[in-house]
């Protein structure tokens, strides 16, 4: 089992950033990549980025790139989501979530509002 915990979701107006983190703990040597979803209301939640725990691999979707950068710290099994230039359409619950070698989001986080005023 992993258990993950968010933080650092808030209200911030847009054009701010805000830093989240996801601290993993538990049998984290199964985890082969980190990620971080959203979900918005009426909307489905939707993989905004990713980064693997060895290579540091990333992948962002194109609706936060050049925006948003994702790092994470093996020390200290973190993983974190730089989110700058904030949009209102960033409003969402963002989940942080493991993926097994095996390939699936195995493990989530409780989640972490995130709301962007104009």
């Known amino acids: 089992q992993v258990q993950l915990v968010e933080s650092g979701g808030g209200l911030v107006q847009a054009g701010g950033s805000l830093r989240l983190s996801c601290a993993a703990s538990?049998?984290?040597?199964?985890?082969?990549?980190m990620g971080w979803f959203r979900q918005a209301p009426g909307k489905e939640r939707e993989l905004i980025a990713r980064i693997t725990w060895n290579s540091g691999n990333t992948y962002f979707v194109d609706s936060v790139k050049g925006r948003f950068t994702i790092s994470r710290d093996n020390a200290k099994n973190t993983v974190y989501l730089q989110m700058n230039s904030l949009k209102p359409e960033d409003t969402a619950v963002y989940y942080c979530a493991a993926r097994t070698f095996l390939g699936s989001w195995e493990y989530w986080g409780q989640g972490t509002q995130v709301t962007v005023s104009s």
């Open positions: 538990g049998r984290t040597s199964s985890s082969y990549a």
